[in-house]
């Protein structure tokens, strides 16, 4: 079983940097993918970005594209989230999560998809 712990967070101005970890424990990762979801109050989880731990092909929202970097770290088990060019928008609390992937198959974006979940980690963005 696969355990994960957000950290990270805070709070930031617009347009300032923030980059979350997602440190992985109790399991081998090379079957499954790490996707990053964020909910804000009132509003749907949105998939974010997904990384394969096999070969680190990336996924990201439509939202983020261009501004979040994902990558790991083999050697430490842990997803980075890199956040660039904040908006007031992305403010919401932020989740780690681990979805087994099929081998040729994508990084699902779908958080029913997801078997494993962190705790989560606030980012606020404001002036």
């Known amino acids: 079983q696969v355990q994960l712990v957000e950290s990270g967070g805070g709070f930031v101005q617009p347009g300032g940097s923030l980059r979350l970890s997602c440190a992985a424990s109790g399991g081998t990762l090379t079957s499954y993918g790490i996707g990053w979801f964020r909910q804000a109050p009132g509003k749907e989880r949105e998939f974010v970005a997904a990384?394969?731990?096999?070969?680190?092909?990336?996924y990201y929202g439509d939202s983020v594209k261009g501004r979040f970097t994902v990558s790991r770290d083999i050697a430490k088990a842990t997803v980075y989230l890199q956040m660039n060019s904040l908006k007031v928008e992305d403010t919401a609390v932020y989740f780690c999560?681990?979805?087994?992937?099929?081998?040729?198959?994508?990084?699902?974006?779908?958080?029913?998809?997801?078997?494993?979940w962190g705790q989560g980690t606030q980012v606020t963005v404001s002036s």
């Open positions: 990384i394969k731990w096999s070969d680190a092909y990336t």
């Open positions: 999560a681990a979805t087994y992937v099929r081998q040729y198959t994508e990084v699902s974006n779908k958080p029913h998809e997801y078997d494993y």
